[in-house]
Structures are given as C-alpha cells and as structure tokens.
C-alpha cells in the first residue's frame, strides 16, 4: 500500500467517526413501575391532553410509578415534556407530577451569523445536562368517580 493510499483510508476513518459522533440519539424517558404496580386497561389518552402537575391532584389517584429524562444538550423544555407525556400516554397514565430535576445549566457563547444587522455578535446559548423525575399518575376522570 502506497503511502497516498494510506492516507485517503485514514482520511475515510476520520471522516466515518466524526459524521458517528455528530449523530445524537433522541433522549428516551424510562419508566420504573411502582412496587405491587400491574397495568390494567385504562382508556389510552392523547399525549398532548397528559397534564403536568406542580403538586398532587385533589381526591384520589393511583401512581403507577416514576418517568426519569435524561436530558445533555440544547435547553428545550417543551421537548422535554413531549417526551414523557408520550412515555405516560404509553403506560396508561392520564397526569404527570413533577418531582424534581438535577444537574446543571451552563452558557457557551457563539457567534450569531443568523440575524442581521448584529451578524456576528456574540450571544449566549444555554446547555443542561439535567435528569427529570415525574411521577406517572392515574386520575380517576369525573365518569369513573
């Protein structure tokens, strides 16, 4: 193998890892089913309708279990969200509580080539690596009370 040869495959090489790296898989919520936890049929709601609490529901409600996030990149709240209403949707919940996220957020400041007249100033992009807890609830709908 002549010394070009060897230089166009580990150029190849180089190029196959960074396009692999640049690639990101979309973040999956897990669920953790509650201890006694076993799915019964329950009328599958859209995940859009899946409301998001700050404290638990008044009256009575079963918890299926914990949906976590692990979340590394951009700041996307609504992206979040959508995830684990999708995940809640998919085990027969009807609500989310909100229990708690941990990590950190950080600035990284880049160029901003997108909108003149400031092109090229600098502006500030938040990153997180956070994990998000929620709890997966079933609410009775007024019907079933």
């Not at 509650?34 to 859209?46: D, N």
């Not at 997108?114 to 709890?135: C, K, L």
């Not at 997966?136 to 079933?144: D, G, S």
Request: with cysteine.
């Amino acid at each position: 193998m002549s010394t070009s040869e060897i230089g166009r495959l580990l150029s190849v090489g180089a190029l196959a890892f960074l396009c692999s790296t640049c690639t990101t898989a979309s973040p999956q919520a897990r669920f953790e089913a509650s201890p006694g936890f076993t799915a019964s049929p329950a009328a599958k709601v859209p995940s859009s309708s899946v409301p998001v609490l700050k404290a638990p529901p008044q009256g009575t409600y079963e918890t299926l279990g914990s949906i976590t996030l692990e979340w590394k990149g951009k700041r996307d709240d609504e992206a979040v969200l959508r995830i684990v209403r999708d995940k809640a949707a998919e085990i027969g919940a009807n609500a989310l509580l909100y229990v708690d996220s941990m990590g950190y957020d950080s600035s990284k400041f880049e160029p901003n080539w997108d909108n003149p007249p400031d092109a090229g100033a600098v502006s500030a992009t938040r990153y997180v690596r956070r994990t998000y807890t929620f709890r997966a609830l079933r609410v009775p709908t007024p019907a079933q009370s």
